[in-house]
């Protein structure tokens, strides 16, 4: 998911590259990613504690001074905004990972409905990524509306703006009046003239015979 992948990207930005990373690439992590990636270790554990998914996407005062104090103590000084820029793409991925994971156990738990086997699976989870699905189709359909009216606006405000020109400027309405196209046009029509007479005059000279 889009939103998931965004959030683990920011959250490896801040906290620098793994275990892996640093042995295969040889990249290191600076002070502060080093930092980053204590408070994170500490959010972990704080997201840990609870057995089901964590709802409240807001950390507590209290929780705020633990996760500040257990840092302190190793000798590691923050302060709260540091915290919640860690907490913040760090609940959302695991929020979303969470949701996607009972969502699968729900298509796993369809096959049981479809035996009248009984189960106690919410798959409420479905009805939140099917109503961001909507809202996502439902917002990308009127800004595409939004911007065809606007585009519509500047071309038929440009297009009156030139014929406006055109109306005032006497040389470009008589270029245009006999501009070679028209002087094509006007050949043409003296040339079909000129051929209608004389299939004419043909005609009459085979009627005379």
Known sequence: MLSETKAEAQLNELIGPGFTDRWLKWRSKSGDQNVNSYIKYELDKLLAQHNTQRQNPILGSDELTAVKKNLQNQGIEVDYEMIKQIWFPLFRMSFLRSALNRAY????????????????????DIVLFWRIQRMIAITSNALRQQVMNTEGRRLEKEIKEVLDDYSQDSEKKTSLLTGRRVQLAEELKRVRQIQEKLEEFIALLNEEK
């Open 105 to 124: 156990d729900c298509r796993k738990g369809f096959y049981l409905y479809q035996q009248n086997i009984e189960s106690d699976l919410s798959c409420d």
